[in-house]
Every structure is written in C-alpha cells, then in structure tokens.
C-alpha cells in the first residue's frame, strides 16, 4: 500500500488545518489506517487511527478534543482535522497502516505533511 499525505501547511496557534491521506492499493491489506507525527528532537507519536470498518478509533491523549480522524472508504482517503493548533503540534505527520494494532507501519513512508504552528 503506498500512502500519500496532503495538508499541511504554516498556521497560527488556534487555528486550523485538515491533512489528507490517499491510500493506493487494497483496504483489506491493513486494519487501520491513521497519523503518527515526528517533530525534531521529539520520539513519534502515535496521534490517530481508525479502523477500516470504523468501530475502532483512537486519538492521543496530546490531541483529544482537538483531532478528529474519519475515512472516506470510497476515496481510499482518511482525513484528520486539526482544530485548535497548538506550537506543539509542530512536526512531520506521517499516514500509516496498522501502526495502532502493532507500532509498526505496514506501509511505506510516505513524504509526510508538515505542520508548523506558530505561537
């Protein structure tokens, strides 16, 4: 599965931002799909995923209430709106497949998205 990240971009503390994900390739090669971000000097994290059939979410605690991630199964896309931008969202957001059930991505890296929230 080859992933495609779009979205991010320079944006003022509290404001916001939606970052998209293309996913090529059949949805029954992952069970989830979702965001982990790498900012410099920072371990990656895991911010959200979904399931494929969307009984299953997670959201950071960092994030909650702020994220929210859903899937359009038709477009192969899963988005994340990000409201409420804080300098600490600053990072690479990486899509991934399979990284909530395991810690490891199933897919190739993609180039990530950059998000830059200025204070």
């Known amino acids: 599965v080859q992933l495609v990240e779009s979205g991010g971009g320079l944006v003022q503390s509290g404001g916001s931002l939606r970052l998209s994900c293309v996913a090529s390739?059949?949805?029954?090669?992952?069970?989830?799909i979702g965001w982990v971000r790498q900012a410099p000097g920072k371990k990656r994290e895991g911010v959200s995923c979904?399931?494929?059939?969307?009984?299953?979410?997670y959201i950071a605690d960092s994030v909650k209430g702020r994220f929210t991630i859903s899937r359009d199964s038709a477009e192969n896309t899963v988005y994340l709106q990000m409201n409420n931008l804080k300098p600490d969202d600053t990072a690479i957001y990486y899509c991934?497949?399979?990284?909530?059930?395991?810690?490891?991505?199933?897919?190739?890296w993609g180039q990530g998205t950059q998000v830059i929230v200025s204070s």
């Open positions: 991934v497949t399979n990284y909530c059930v395991s810690g490891v991505n199933s897919s190739g």
């Open positions: 390739g059949s949805s029954q090669d992952y069970y989830t």
């Open positions: 979904i399931s494929i059939s969307r009984d299953y979410i």
